[in-house]
T-cell receptor, first 109, second 114 residues
Framework: AQRVTQPEKLLSVFKGAPVELKCNYS??????LFWYVQYSRQRLQLLLR??SRESIKGFTADLNKGETSFHLKKPFAQEEDSAMYYC???????????FGKGTLLTVNP | DVKVTQSSRYLVKRTGEKVFLECVQD?????MFWYRQDPGLGLRLIYF???????EKGDIPEGYSVSREKKERFSLILESASTNQTSMYLC?????????????FGEGSRLTVL
């Protein structure tokens, strides 16, 4: 079975502060991990995937297999980063994507 | 601009009614998915399809069925709607191979069952 845990339902930071959204996963094989984002009144969209190892909108995420984590980080949060963030896992040969329950990030001015 | 289009943005139905939610994608994707999104519960997979006429149950298939007669269209059916099916329903599609896990979502269909 595959499971994704996002321990924080809500996260509030001030503009310019660092932000870290936590994600832990459970999967016996070799997973692919993703972060999806949903801005207010917009459709859910892919933010980044671990195999790309790229920075999108200043966000990065590193897969830590030892800790089974895939935390999303940004050194200086912006107000436009306020959104719902979902961590997701794809494992095995099927195309099923399992999502966490999401973290609502609010960046205050 | 690639698109996943859900035919109904808002629906209000009565308990026991049959409900059809339609989804069309224009990206020639093999895989299509139906999720429901509820506050505090995140996204939960109802059904997915990796080919025409093929379907697989997700995590919460009870009370739902699906149909995929054409590659571009994936329908979610509630045979007899109940109040606990009031939710936001999201359709998504993806291509295969190295792009699996990169889902393109529709805008969602908010269903209220009275």
């Amino acid at each position: 079975a595959q499971r994704v845990t996002q321990p924080e339902k809500l996260l509030s930071v001030f503009k310019g502060a660092p932000v870290e959204l936590k994600c832990n996963y459970s999967y016996s094989g070799s997973p692919e991990l993703f972060w999806y984002v949903q801005y207010s009144r917009q459709r859910l969209q892919l933010l980044l995937r671990h195999i790309s190892r790229e920075s999108i909108k200043g966000f990065t995420a590193d897969l830590n297999k030892g800790e089974t984590s895939f935390h999303l980080k940004k050194p200086f949060a912006q107000e436009e980063d306020s959104a719902m963030y979902y961590c997701a896992l794809s494992g095995g040969s099927n195309y099923k994507l399992t999502f966490g329950k999401g973290t609502l990030l609010t960046v205050n001015p | 601009d690639v698109k996943v289009t859900q035919s109904s943005r808002y629906l209000v139905k009565r308990t026991g009614e049959k409900v059809f939610l339609e989804c069309v994608q224009d990206m020639d994707h093999e895989n299509m998915f139906w999720y429901r999104q509820d506050p505090g519960l995140g996204l939960r997979l109802i059904y997915f399809s990796y080919d025409v006429k093929m379907k697989e149950k997700g995590d919460i298939p009870e009370g739902y069925s699906v149909s995929r007669e054409k590659k571009e269209r994936f329908s979610l059916i509630l045979e007899s709607a109940s109040t606990n099916q009031t939710s936001m329903y999201l359709c998504a599609s993806s291509s295969g191979g190295g792009k699996r896990g990169e889902l393109f979502f529709g805008e969602g269909s908010r269903l209220t069952v009275l």
